[in-house]
């Protein structure tokens, strides 16, 4: 990056001050300013290298931070290419690769690291994750054996040792594994739960219930303990109290389809119709895809009466399963008291080319023929039902041979005589998190304190799912009427694909290449968009030294303090989260944004940027204030009125609250209505 130098205190748009300083220090101070810039142009190759290296890390360690995973593994590639026998690229690739669900690619590189760094207790735990992703539970014991090694106080590595053994089905070694933790952290419930979960799988339900009612005693807010407390009671036929347990689970952890549709199976053995629908119409939202929720819920609403939305759901099911004789005999019953008489016929027949001696089928398809008039047809279906009675009673009846058993679904019974009875999994298990960093995406954080994030400004254009909404700006559009490359308006960081981020490097060195060139007057546009370009890349720092240079040129550059804000609150929060004190650092964020709206009053997005800056300070009443000024300036600023919803309710103002996320749903942010769920649960 070219700087500009620093204009000699003998120049003459100096001030006239330095006339009194002596000439020898004058002297000394020249003599020392070429020695330093002798030294600058005398770098050694290696030592500049070097620090190119370093720069690359921290952006692909700042792009792995706001999860921009392509972006980061460009960074790391380049890296790796420099200085391919450091363990931390392979590692943090490793990583980024893992959150891309590219768990193969990142068995590889957390292997490459650990080649060259077998020390790294958490390389151990990202490999192990890795492979327990890909069903291979042996591989994953062996690399929590190595972690255990280097830290034998870890609670996660020894659970997650412990679960990978019940997967195996080696119960007895999954079970010492317990009697470890229960010594070393006896109030670890987790432990306990395990350790109940282990002996279910052993059919001792009595042992299980009295691990699992210990762990509740430690703590009464697992969820997974209660839904593993509830299949114990489904497994007993005890309704009532499966109902409660998975109500106390589904409280703790509202967004699990499984548990509605056990709930809707405890409450409808306990003949609370109205409850279990509920609960199937929420396992749909949760999972739209869940075929046990499709499947009851069809024959609950068959069983009200409710036909035409019945057969909608028996469709949807088929259309999962083309082959489920169950599904399709339903629809059939379903259509004929609709009265779509041949559509009957057609389900009736595919059941019966199955199961030729499938009586009730018979008679019904039968049926059908006569109400159509077609005797021939009606007769030949119940002789062949008067046939099979008297082979039945002569025992000779045909059975089905191991072929036929093979072909059937695991998931329900194989008899069709029970096409009306609720189907439920072979076995109920609980979905284990397994306790690490990586157990899950780095996007599953508290909603209710995630604001939106920042305006600033990109080489895209912004989009809040609100077409109508333009983010416009008056200093940007006058920017862009002498600008080459146009520049937006737009929310956050946008997630990059690896061509638009190879395109955005290639326009930084097009433009490094013509600031080299540029005229003094030509600089600050061309370092704009240089600094918008590494912005976009998630280079900050490069990006602030560019900004810092154009005010040096000009300090009332409204969109040189504003992006500068922008980006030095984007490097404050990942120092943050690398333990660094980023106290001064926020108050030159807060100097900038005040700065920025003395130049551009009428800006809404800079109000919104420092309520922003005030909430993740936690001074939610100034917050408050920022935003309601953005709000004022312009009504419809969807995320000013998301994030002041946000600030009223941590300051106890829940009804303000929710009516500003009302706001923001209609406006377009629709998670707002989540998040006003929840607090009106509260």
Request: aromatic share 10%; glycine share 4%.
């Amino acid at each position: 990056m070219q700087h500009l130098p620093h204009r000699h205190p003998d120049s003459p748009q100096s001030p006239s001050t330095t006339g009194t300083e002596p000439h020898n220090r004058r002297g000394c101070r020249q003599r020392h300013a070429w020695i330093w810039l002798l030294l600058f142009f005398t770098l050694p190759v290696p030592l500049s290298a070097q620090l190119n290296t370093d720069r690359l890390m921290i952006s692909g360690e700042i792009a792995l931070h706001y999860e921009d995973y392509v972006l980061s593994i460009q960074y790391f590639n380049q890296v790796i290419s420099q200085r391919p026998y450091l363990y931390q690229p392979w590692q943090y690739r490793a990583v980024a690769k893992y959150y891309l669900d590219d768990y193969i690619g990142s068995e590889a590189d957390a292997t490459e690291a650990l080649r060259m760094n077998p020390y790294v207790e958490a390389l151990y735990d990202l490999r192990a994750i890795d492979r327990i992703r890909q069903k291979n539970f042996r591989g994953a014991i062996s690399d929590y054996d190595q972690a255990i090694r280097l830290n034998p106080r870890s609670q996660n590595y020894r659970f997650n040792r412990a679960l990978c053994m019940m997967n195996l089905k080696e119960y007895d070694r999954a079970l010492l594994e317990t009697d470890t933790m229960m010594m070393r952290w006896s109030h670890l419930a987790n432990a306990y739960t395990l350790r109940a979960e282990i002996c279910l799988q052993k059919e001792d339900t009595t042992e299980a219930v009295v691990w699992l009612d210990r762990s509740l005693e430690i703590d009464p807010y697992a969820a997974d303990t209660w839904t593993t407390r509830a299949y114990v009671s489904l497994a007993r036929r005890e309704w009532s109290e499966a109902d409660q347990a998975l109500s106390r689970a589904i409280h703790l952890k509202p967004k699990t389809p499984g548990n509605y549709v056990n709930r809707a199976l405890a409450r409808m053995n306990r003949n609370n119709l109205r409850g279990a629908m509920s609960d199937y119409d929420t396992a749909i939202d949760l999972d739209p895809h869940n075929f046990l929720a499709h499947y009851n819920r069809g024959l609950l609403r068959m069983q009200i009466g409710d036909d035409n939305r019945a057969i909608e759901d028996f469709d949807y099911v088929i259309r999962m399963e083309p082959t489920n004789v169950m599904a399709i005999f339903n629809r059939g019953v379903l259509r004929e008291e609709t009265g779509d008489l041949q559509g009957a016929i057609g389900d009736y027949t595919v059941v019966i080319d199955q199961f030729p001696n499938f009586w009730t089928g018979l008679s019904r398809r039968a049926d059908c023929y006569r109400r159509l008039g077609m005797k021939n047809e009606a007769e030949r279906d119940e002789f062949r039902i008067l046939k099979a009675q008297m082979d039945k009673h002569l025992g000779i009846q045909p059975r089905w041979d191991d072929e036929k058993v093979k072909q059937m679904r695991k998931r329900s019974e194989i008899d069709p005589e029970k096409y009306d009875q609720l189907v439920v999994d072979d076995e109920n298990q609980v979905e284990h998190e397994y306790k690490s960093v990586y157990r899950g995406q780095i996007q599953n954080r508290n909603v209710d304190l995630a604001i939106m994030p920042m305006y600033q400004l990109s080489y895209y254009a912004y989009r809040n799912g609100v077409q109508s909404y333009q983010a416009f700006d008056r200093d940007v559009e006058a920017f862009n009427a002498k600008s080459e490359h146009t520049i937006y308006v737009n929310l956050g960081i946008s997630q990059l694909s690896e061509e638009q981020s190879n395109n955005i490097f290639a326009l930084i060195g097009t433009l490094s290449t013509a600031i080299d060139s540029a005229t003094l007057d030509r600089l600050p546009p061309l370092l704009m968009q240089r600094a918008v370009a590494h912005c976009v890349i998630q280079s900050y720092d490069d990006a602030i030294n560019d900004l810092t240079t154009i005010l040096q040129l000009d300090t009332t550059s409204c969109l040189a303090h504003w992006q500068r804000a922008v980006c030095q609150s984007a490097l404050n929060q990942f120092n943050q989260s690398q333990g660094i004190d980023t106290k001064m650092a926020s108050t030159k964020v807060e100097l900038d944004l005040k700065r920025a709206i003395e130049l551009n009053p009428q800006n809404p997005y800079l109000n919104y940027d420092l309520g922003n800056h005030y909430f993740q300070q936690g001074d939610y009443q100034r917050a408050i204030d920022c935003y309601t000024h953005a709000v004022e300036l312009d009504a419809h600023l969807a995320e000013a009125y998301y994030n002041r919803g946000l600030a009223y309710i941590q300051t106890d103002h829940k009804l303000e609250g929710v009516a500003d996320l009302s706001k923001a749903g209609e406006l377009g942010i629709y998670d707002a209505y989540s998040v006003i769920k929840r607090h009106t649960d509260k």
